[in-house]
Nanobody, 119 residues
């Protein structure tokens, strides 16, 4: 059974920073990439960032580029999201996700961690 567990969410003021962590476990777990998505109240799920292990490629959603940084350790099945210059529109539940191959969608998901940015 593969499990992704996020941590590090919370309440922060506008302009502040937070660091989210995600640890994946499971005997047979391995991933092609891990990433972060978010969902704000009343909105659909939005891509935030992803890191591909082979080659270390990173991708960011346009709304977070330049403010968020994704990092991780494939050997430890962990991924982090450093968030800075946070704004109220960043308020959402943040989900960690993993995909097994470049041909697969994100097929493993965490339960999510709440990030609230106060104005």
């Amino acid at each position: 059974q593969v499990q992704l567990v996020e941590s590090g969410g919370g309440l922060v003021r506008t302009g502040g920073s937070l660091r989210l962590s995600c640890a994946a476990s499971g005997r047979s777990f391995s991933s092609y990439a891990m990433g972060w998505f978010r969902q704000a109240p009343g909105k659909g799920r939005e891509f935030v960032a992803a890191k591909t292990w082979s080659g270390g490629r990173t991708e960011y959603g346009s709304s977070v580029k330049g403010r968020f940084t994704i990092a991780g350790d494939n050997a430890k099945n962990t991924v982090y999201l450093e968030m800075s210059s946070l704004a109220p529109e960043d308020t959402a539940v943040y989900f960690c996700a993993a995909r097994s191959s470049p041909m697969s969608p994100y097929n493993y998901w965490g339960q999510g961690t709440q990030v609230t940015v106060s104005s």
